[in-house]
């Protein structure tokens, strides 16, 4: 057994793809239309993941409800410092600032995405 992906359902299609693409650096790879949606498949650089966002054609206004049982995705960075340069460029912020986990340097800070995904930050451990 394999896993493949994990698909989340967008409201607007261009501030996703730009999310990911430029904030969190993944890969657009696949764009595929079915009957009632669009599929657009990123992956990371390394190639260990993918994550479809899907784009229906019957969008609610509001948007989706994300619910109780979903709790976040989860990106390795090298370097907090820098994703905070970087985050602060291009206009978005911190939903939780980093802080230290465990108290002995584990880095981790939470951003949400433009539908209100929440996405952890785990700095690279340095050994």
Known sequence: MKFLHTMIRV???????????????????????????????????????????????????????????????????KSLEDFTAKLNKLGYNYLYEPFDLTGKGSMIAFIQDPDGYEIELIEQVKW
């Open 11 to 77: 409201k607007n299609i261009e501030k996703s793809l730009k999310f990911y693409t430029e904030l969190m650096d993944m890969e657009l790879v696949e764009k595929r239309r079915l009957e009632d949606c669009w599929l657009y498949f990123l992956t990371d650089k390394d190639k260990t993941c993918m994550l479809e966002l899907t784009y229906n054609d019957d969008t609610p206004k509001n948007g989706y409800n994300i619910g109780s049982g979903f709790g976040h995705l989860a990106f390795e960075t």
